[in-house]
Nanobody, 115 residues
C-alpha cells in the first residue's frame, strides 16, 4: 500500500511558478508510475502528467505541455510537478495518484492563481 501527501500549493500571481511535491510512504513507491491531476470547482478531474517508475517516460496533457514538468526522486519517495507561466484557469486542487490504474490518491493541495 502507498500513502501519498501533496504539498506546495498556495496563492500565486499569473505568470508565476509553483512546484508541487507528492511524497509517498511505503517501500514500493519506486515501482509505481505517478500521475498528477487537478480538479477545478464545478469541473471534472483532469489528467495533467504521468511519469514512469524509472523516469524514462513522461506524458503531458496538451493543456499543460510546455509549461509543466513532472519529475521524481525515488531516493526521497517524491514526485514533483513544476508549474510555470501559471494562468488563472490553472486554479484547482491538485492531486497525485500512484499506479497505472490510479490505485492510490493523495488528499490534494490547492493552487490559486490570481490575475
Amino acid at each position: 500500500q502507498v500513502q501519498l501527501v501533496e504539498s506546495g500549493g498556495g496563492l500565486v500571481q499569473a505568470g508565476g511558478s509553483v512546484r508541487l511535491s507528492c511524497t509517498a510512504s511505503g517501500r514500493t513507491f519506486s515501482s509505481y508510475a505517478i500521475s498528477w491531476f487537478r480538479q477545478a470547482p464545478g469541473k471534472e478531474r483532469e489528467f495533467l502528467a504521468l511519469i514512469s517508475w524509472n523516469s524514462q517516460t513522461s506524458n503531458y496533457a496538451n493543456s499543460v505541455k510546455g509549461r509543466f514538468t513532472i519529475s521524481r526522486d525515488n531516493a526521497k519517495n517524491t514526485v514533483y510537478l513544476q508549474m510555470n507561466s501559471l494562468k488563472p484557469e490553472d486554479t484547482a486542487v491538485y492531486y497525485c495518484a500512484a499506479g497505472g490504474t490510479f490505485d492510490y490518491w493523495g488528499q490534494g493541495t490547492q493552487v490559486t492563481v490570481s490575475s
